[in-house]
Structures are given as C-alpha cells and as structure tokens.
C-alpha cells in the first residue's frame, strides 16, 4: 500500500535559519507524482510544486527547494532564509490512480514555526 | 474564479444529528474528493467521484454517503453524527482525464464538531 511518512512532527527555528522537512514515501507503482502542500495558520491547503517519478532534477523557487531521491524514496523541502511568515503546517502527499480518479495519500504533516 | 466553495465553514452538531456537508467548484473539473483531517494523521479520503454520475468508497467511508449532484456539486452526508466524526473536512477537485498527477484544488474546509 502507498504510505507517507513525514518523521518530524513539529520544528521550531529562528527566522533566516534554513529548515528541511523530510518526507519518505513507499509505493509499488513505477509511475507516481509527488506532493507538497502548505496549510497556513488560516486553514486552506496551498499547492507547493509536483514532481513526478520520471524526474529526479532538484527544484528551486525562491527560497524554496526540493530534493527528490528515488533510490531513498525521499523526497525533501528546504526553506531557506526563513521568514514568520513560513510557520505553518507542510503535508507531503503521494499520488495514487483509482478508477479513473487520483487519491493523494498524505503525510501526518510536519508544524514548522518561526520565530523571530 | 472562486475555485472550490465549501458549506458551511463551521458547525457543530450533537450526536444523532444528520447534516450535509455542500462542495461546489467552478473550474470543469472531473473528479472531487471528499478527505478529513485529524491531528497527527494527515489527511485521509472518505469518498471520490471520478466523473458525474460515479461515485466510490476511500479510505474511511464508514458514515458517510456522498452525492455527486451534477459536474459542480458533490455533497457529503452524515446520517447519525459520532464524536468520532469531530474533524476538519475539505472538499477538492482534480482535472484527471486530463493527466493523471494534476494537482488536487482545495476548498478551505468546514470545521465539525460532534458533542
């Protein structure tokens, strides 16, 4: 069965310090895509970025980057500089085709506050 | 676009209640999914509609009924509301059919209490 796993459940860090959030995952199937969404204090899941099994390229956005390691099924976001305004909670979530449709399997979610 | 809308925001309902739980999105999308989220346990999915007229059990159906009223519309109901049923619901929508891992849109959640 797919699973998420996202060990750390909550961090703490000064503002401007750099900040990983793990994210293991465990599937069986060859082509699959990758997740990251942002849950601010308000309540709404933000969409982050996509990665699909095929590429392996590291990403980066601003202050935002992602590791994506197939051999150790990982796939990691680091924050870099990080603001107040990054204090939220980060899921990690793992596609999986059903009947026509796409289920997301998602993590336990990792709290990250910053404090300034 | 107002993307997904979710009704209502908050609600709380004593056990034995029935409610129903409104997801409308503007954005033609295929498929929606209904998930919950509790502490410490992510999100999970309770039911999905693949396309109107389709709907199927996720991961915790127990509880729950959906209907996928039109293209717009999928509902989510509780005939007899548990304290086990106290969580955050969120509604979602996916183009699939246009590409599996297409991001899933999310509505801003309604927030249940059973007491």
């Known amino acids: 069965a797919q699973k998420v796993t996202q060990a750390q459940t909550e961090i703490s860090v000064v503002e401007k310090e750099d900040v990983t959030l793990d994210c293991v995952y465990e599937?069986?199937?060859?082509?699959?895509?990758l997740f990251w969404y942002k849950q601010p204090p308000s309540g709404e899941l933000v969409f982050l970025i996509r990665r699909n099994s095929f590429d392996e390229q590291n990403e980066i956005s601003g202050r935002y980057s992602w590791n994506f390691q197939k051999s150790t099924s990982s796939f990691n976001f680091t924050i870099t500089a990080s603001q107040v305004v990054d204090s939220a909670v980060y899921f990690c979530?793992?596609?999986?085709?059903?009947?026509?449709?796409?289920?997301?399997?998602f993590g336990q979610g990792t709290r990250l506050t910053i404090n300034p | 676009n107002a993307g997904v809308t979710q009704t209502p925001k908050f609600q709380v309902l004593k056990t034995g209640q029935s409610m129903t739980l409104q997801c409308a999105q503007d954005?033609?999308?295929?498929?929606m999914y209904w998930y919950r989220q509790d502490p410490g346990m992510g999100l999970r999915l309770i039911y999905y509609s693949a396309s109107e007229g389709t709907t199927d059990k996720g991961e915790v159906p127990n509880g729950y009924n959906v209907s996928r009223l039109n293209k717009r519309e999928f509902s989510l109901r509780l005939e007899s509301a548990a304290p086990s049923q106290t969580s955050v619901y969120f509604c979602?929508?996916?183009?699939?059919?246009?590409?599996?891992?297409?991001?899933?849109?999310f509505g801003q959640g309604t927030r249940l209490t059973v007491v």
């Open positions: 979530a793992l596609s999986e085709q059903i009947q026509g449709a796409q289920k997301l399997v």
């Open positions: 954005m033609n999308h295929n498929s």
């Open positions: 599937t069986r199937d060859t082509t699959y895509y």
């Open positions: 979602a929508s996916s183009p699939i059919g246009q590409g599996f891992g297409t991001e899933a849109f």
